[in-house]
């Protein structure tokens, strides 16, 4: 082989960059393309794993599996009974790794015959499904978990159901009605165990404060040397240099107020549009490891994530 043909297979220098700038136009649009079905996505997520920042874990999983799913596909397919299948899979992977417990089989509902009980169309079903706490679902078996969800919560009709989670009609109705018994009895427990959030801790209390005043070396000073950065749906970054200089971004904007706050459970730093609003915008969550931050999770750019969060606020 001589030399001009191995200078003709070559690679190029630039084609790396360019495969990158491709593939990141491709995901961008691809985000375009199924941006409306992403809060709806948040929503059952969310219940399939009993955390907010669970779900969108989730949410985030199963577009990734989709936008790889669809390179090998010769056409799109109906865009929402695909993702939610795909979210539905994605939730019993967490399910199973999380190992929460189940009371029946993890992917079926039983045939049942027809019966007035399994009505699908039931209005105080509804109404329990939408007002229920959270974790409150965690007490369904999977099937009957997804079911009650999609029909409730997310007002699917029974056909969409069977063909989203792979099911016959027939254990779609079944699973509902199992399901809306089980939410009931832990919506009720729920209610008669309810417990106090512990005590904030005061590292919380201390990054919060430094935040408000924005003493931008007194947060830098709690971040670990590896500390990685997850601004959801946007980049990721490691390193106290890197991850300091998105610390300091927040310099240039002018629509937030944190407050230390509960949220499933978890303590978060509740983003308020300004010092004096009630109600966040979302959320920012971070882990700790020998009093320094190792981990921080900021979901700006996640607008729908208020949407299914309870704070506890600190007072």
Known sequence: ??????????????????IIGVLEQGRRQFLALVEHVRPELHRYCTR?????????????????RAYYELSELKEL???RPWLF????????????????????????????????ALAPDNVMARHQAVHAAISCFLELAPAQRGCVILKDVLDHSVDE?????????QAVKAALHRGRVALRRGVEASSLFAARAPDMSPALRRYAALFNAHDWDGVRSMLADDVRL????????????????????YERA??????????????????????????ARYFIELGWADGRIVAIRDFRYVPYIAQEASFELEA
């Open 161 to 169: 159901i069977a063909g989203e989670l792979s099911l016959s009609e």
């Open 230 to 249: 997850d601004l959801v749906s946007r980049r990721k970054a490691a390193g106290r240099r890197e991850v300091g200089n998105y610390v300091t971004n």
């Open 1 to 18: 082989m001589d030399s001009s043909t191995t200078r003709a297979i070559e690679p190029d220098a630039a084609a790396p960059d360019d």
């Open 254 to 279: 002018t629509d937030w107020h944190v407050v230390a706050a509960w949220l499933d459970r978890r303590e978060v730093l509740a983003v308020m549009p300004d010092s004096r609003a009630t109600k």
């Open 85 to 116: 299948r795909i979210a539905h899979n994605r939730a019993i992977d967490h399910w199973r790794h999380e190992a929460y417990r189940a009371s029946e089989p993890l992917d079926t509902a039983i045939e049942v015959a027809d019966d007035a």
């Open 77 to 79: 397919p109906r865009l």
């Open 48 to 64: 399939m794993t009993g955390s907010v920042a669970d779900g969108e874990d989730v949410v985030q999983e199963t577009l990734a």
